[in-house]
């Protein structure tokens, strides 16, 4: 059964930080780019930032970067977003999706999708 489970989510104060875990199993992770999403309540649901699991490269949105950073464990097969500095405004339900698109921000182009794990930051 191929899976995507997300965790790390909950509630913090302005400033802080949490670590989102994506962990993959039932296909072959290194064969697939690993992307972050967030949906806020009432708005679509954003890409912001990815890693390419054959070189190592990163793409972030502007919202985060500089705060956020991805990064993979493939003999783990799990994907990790560390998030700083964390803002109110970033309050959303995260996703982490696999795709063979390395850098799409289109969801129909990401192949498998985890539950979300709710992050609050609060002012």
């Known amino acids: 059964e191929v899976q995507l489970q997300a965790s790390g989510g909950g509630a913090v104060q302005a400033g802080g930080s949490l670590t989102l875990s994506c962990a993959a199993s039932g296909f072959t992770f290194d064969d697939y780019a690993v992307a972050w999403f967030r949906q806020a309540p009432g708005k679509e649901r954003e890409g912001i930032s990815c890693?390419?699991?054959?070189?190592?490269?990163?793409r972030y949105v502007d919202s985060v970067k500089g705060r956020f950073t991805i990064s993979s464990d493939p003999a783990k097969n799990t994907a990790y977003l560390q998030m700083n500095s964390l803002k109110p405004e970033d309050t959303a339900e995260y996703y982490c999706?696999?795709?063979?698109?390395?850098?799409?921000?289109?969801?129909?182009?990401?192949?498998?999708w985890g539950q979300g794990t709710l992050v609050t930051v609060s002012s």
């Open positions: 890693i390419s699991q054959s070189d190592g490269h990163t």
């Open positions: 999706a696999a795709t063979t698109n390395w850098g799409s921000r289109v969801t129909s182009d990401y192949a498998y």
